[in-house]
């Protein structure tokens, strides 16, 4: 199920619910790094990279690092505008 912007619309219609249905300021997110179309489909929606914790889980002996991501009610209500779901 792939590439057929399931992902995106979820997103999109959990921040209609977060900043218009409960008028949250930012909504924010993890990423694994290794993540690569997570990350991606997050960056379309209109996330933002804030920065990576690095080693923030171990996992059996390995560590993975954690993206941290964010969008505003501002940032989403422009996006939104801008670009008709």
Same mark, same amino acid.
């Given at each position: 199920?792939?590439?057929? %912007?399931? %992902?995106? !619309?979820? =997103?999109?219609?959990?921040?209609? $619910?977060?900043?218009? %249905?409960?008028? /949250? #300021?930012? @909504? !924010?997110? *993890? @990423?694994?790094?290794?993540?690569? !179309?997570? =990350? &991606?489909?997050?960056?379309?929606? *209109?996330?933002?990279? &804030? *920065? @990576? /914790?690095?080693?923030?889980?171990? $996992? %059996?002996?390995?560590?993975?690092?954690?993206? &941290?991501? !964010? $969008? /505003?009610? #501002? &940032?989403?209500?422009?996006?939104?505008?801008?670009?008709? @779901?």
């Amino acid at each position: 199920m792939r590439g057929k %912007g399931i %992902g995106q !619309s979820m =997103i999109r219609q959990t921040l209609d $619910i977060a900043f218009d %249905g409960l008028q /949250l #300021h930012r @909504v !924010s997110l *993890g @990423v694994f790094d290794f993540n690569h !179309s997570a =990350i &991606e489909m997050y960056r379309k929606v *209109g996330f933002t990279l &804030e *920065g @990576v /914790l690095r080693d923030a889980r171990k $996992i %059996g002996d390995d560590y993975w690092n954690l993206c &941290e991501m !964010s $969008i /505003l009610a #501002h &940032e989403w209500k422009t996006r939104k505008t801008a670009t008709p @779901v």
